[in-house]
């Protein structure tokens, strides 16, 4: 199992990206997909999560600019940004929780490689 993450870049501020994180390997299922970022000097923090139900919750300090959402049948979620501001500089990592290859196992918690995300002034 793997977690593809894409779409990060430099961007402007004001401007708009939008992350793709794709697991990939025959999975039964998984839990909550969700998107953290680490910018420098800083702890990584939650900036969205979703269920399988397509509920979310986003970070306070992102709420109302990003979105995001998941494509059940094709194991990927998506973070929309928009309104993006030079403190959303940071790498953004992807995560899926309780992923399980196999019906019975408990599952495993997996992370992409990170995408680094650059909002300039």
């Known amino acids: 199992v793997q977690l593809q993450a894409s779409g990060g870049g430099l961007v402007q501020a004001g401007g708009s990206l939008r992350l793709s994180c794709a697991v990939s390997?025959?999975?039964?299922?998984?839990?909550?997909m969700g998107w953290y970022r680490r910018a420098p000097g800083k702890q990584r923090e939650l900036v969205a999560v979703?269920?399988?139900?397509?509920?979310?919750n986003v970070a306070d300090s992102v709420s109302g600019r990003f979105t995001i959402s998941r494509d059940n049948g094709k194991n990927t979620v998506y973070l929309q940004m928009n309104s993006l501001k030079p403190e959303d500089t940071a790498v953004y990592y992807c995560?899926?929780?309780?992923?399980?290859?196999?019906?019975?196992?408990?599952?495993?918690?997996?992370w992409g490689q990170g995408t680094q995300v650059t909002v300039s002034s």
């Open positions: 979703i269920d399988t139900g397509g509920r979310a």
């Open positions: 390997g025959t999975i039964f299922s998984m839990n909550d």
């Open positions: 995560n899926a929780q309780r992923v399980r290859v196999r019906w019975y196992e408990p599952g495993n918690d997996y």
